[in-house]
C-alpha cells in the first residue's frame, strides 16, 4: 500500500513539473514572438521637421513597418522610413513617387513621371526642381522619394540625398500613435 501511495504522489509531481514546464515554455515563446512583432510592426518613430506636412506632422509619432517590404512591394505614395545614403546615421520620411525603371522628371512645379503629370492625386507644387529640373531615370532597385510640403523637403530632388535604393528603405510608416486626436493609418 506504501509502495503504491507513493508512486500516485511521483506521479503527480511529475503531472506538476510537467504543466509548470509546459507553462513557462508557452511564456516565453509569446514573449519572444511579441517582442518580434512590436520590432516589426511597431516601432516607434517620432516625425522631426516639416517636410511632411500636413500628412505628418512635426512631433508626431508613427510606427514603422520593418516586416511588410519582405513580402511586398513598395509601392507609389507609400511614405517610407529610409536611411540617408550620403549619411549613415540620418533617417528620412517620405514619400515614394518614382519606382524602379521610370523616369521621374518637375515641370512648372508638377511631378511626372515617364513623361505623365500623376493623376491619381494631388499633390503639393514643387517649385525648386532641383536634379530633377532634368529627366531622372531610376535604376532597377531605385526610388526617387519627395516630402509632402513642396519646397521644405530634403528629397530625391537634392543631392544629398538623390535616388534612394531599396537596401536603405528601412519600413513603411502606416500608423500615427499620437497625437492621439489624429490616431489612425496613414494614407498613401
Keep these: 500500500m506504501e509502495k503504491r501511495r507513493k508512486k500516485q504522489m511521483e506521479n503527480q509531481e511529475g503531472k506538476r513539473l510537467h504543466t509548470v ?36 506632422m512635426a512631433e508626431d509619432t508613427v510606427l514603422i513597418n520593418r516586416l ?35 523616369t521621374v522628371q518637375i515641370k512648372n512645379g508638377k511631378i511626372q513621371v515617364n513623361g505623365s503629370a500623376l493623376p491619381e492625386r494631388e499633390l503639393p507644387e514643387y517649385t525648386v526642381p532641383g536634379l530633377a529640373e532634368n529627366p531622372v531615370t531610376l535604376g532597377d532597385d531605385e ?32 500608423f500615427r500613435i499620437a497625437p492621439f486626436s489624429k490616431l489612425g493609418f496613414i494614407k498613401d
Excluded: C
Design 21 to 56: 514546464t509546459d507553462w513557462v515554455v508557452d511564456v516565453i515563446v509569446v514573449v519572444v514572438l511579441a517582442v518580434f512583432f512590436v520590432q516589426m510592426l511597431g516601432e516607434q518613430i517620432r516625425v522631426e521637421g516639416h517636410s511632411m506636412e500636413p500628412a505628418l
Design 68 to 102: 511588410s517590404y519582405s513580402f511586398f512591394s513598395v509601392e507609389r505614395f507609400d511614405v517610407v522610413l529610409f536611411q540617408n545614403p550620403k549619411s549613415e546615421e540620418k533617417i528620412h520620411m517620405k514619400r515614394v513617387i518614382g519606382l524602379p525603371g521610370e
Design 143 to 174: 526610388y526617387f522619394l519627395l516630402g509632402d510640403n513642396g519646397d521644405s523637403s530634403e528629397d530625391s530632388r537634392f543631392a544629398i540625398i538623390g535616388n534612394v535604393h531599396r537596401d536603405q528603405i528601412l519600413g513603411k510608416v502606416w
